[in-house]
T-cell receptor, first 115, second 112 residues
Framework: GAVVSQHPSRVICKSGTSVKIECRSL??????MFWYRQFPKQSLMLMATSNEGSKATYEQGVEKDKFLINHASLTLSTLTVTSAHPEDSSFYIC???????????FGEGSWLTVV | GENVEQHPSTLSVQEGDSAVIKCTYSDSASNYFPWYKQELGKGPQLIID?????GEKKDQRIAVTLNKTAKHFSLHITETQPEDSAVYFC???????????FGTGTQLKVEL
């Protein structure tokens, strides 16, 4: 079946540095992918919609200059957390619809810890 | 924006019993109604979904029922097993159904 994969699954970075998280659709093409953030014991909050070949659209309150999204191919979207701070520590999850209006699959998530 | 709530927030059942989780939403344009299971430290896993032209869908021990008029849909798990213990999220979507709004989550615990 359709699979969405994220890498890395866990990452620790120092405050002020940048970290990149990759989201891949393994056996289907995705013109749109979604990035979520989840804090412990909370729900998933949509951060942005990643659009292949065009700019990402960000949800209200999400800083586009801090969370850079690049959707360079039909199977890969990347989220770069720039100038990371401890409060950016969270579980980041991506998703992709197998086809427009179709079933949406989620990646395994990436734990980010900023120290 | 869409307001999505789940009830109950926690649910404890005995193994073999049934569990029901209800999701209420506010956006009448929602037309896609999935349920996800999330185990600790993992991404959400789709367990069942339904679209607005269907009132009920069943897959073995899991079923989803939809009441569009009242704007709620429910997850039903029968013959619960310990491995059903997890957090369950509803996530209604609109348009192509690609953009989901997650509910508040329900922690299900199945006790032996």
């Amino acid at each position: 079946g359709a699979v969405v994969s994220q890498h890395p699954s866990r990452v620790i970075c120092k405050s002020g540095t940048s970290v990149k998280i990759e989201c891949r659709s393994l056996d289907f093409q995705a013109t749109t992918m979604f990035w979520y953030r989840q804090f412990p014991k909370q729900s998933l909050m949509l951060m942005a919609t990643s659009n292949e070949g065009s700019k990402a659209t960000y949800e209200q309150g999400v800083e586009k200059d801090k969370f850079l999204i690049n959707h360079a191919s039909l199977t890969l979207s990347t989220l770069t957390v720039t100038s990371a701070h401890p409060e950016d520590s969270s579980f980041y999850i991506c998703s992709a619809p197998q086809q427009a209006g179709g079933t949406i699959y989620f990646g395994e998530g990436s734990w980010l810890t900023v120290v | 924006g869409e307001n999505v709530e789940q009830h109950p927030s926690t649910l404890s059942v005995q193994e073999g019993d049934s569990a029901v989780i209800k999701c209420t939403y506010s956006d009448s344009a929602s037309n896609y109604f999935p349920w996800y299971k999330q185990e600790l430290g993992k991404g959400p896993q789709l367990i069942i979904d339904i679209r607005s032209n269907v009132g009920e869908k069943k897959d073995q021990r899991i079923a989803v029922t939809l009441n569009k008029t009242a704007k709620h849909f429910s997850l039903h798990i029968t013959e619960t097993q310990p491995e059903d213990s997890a957090v369950y999220f509803c996530a209604p979507g609109r348009g192509g159904g690609n953009k989901l709004t997650f509910g508040t989550g329900t922690q299900l615990k199945v006790e032996l």
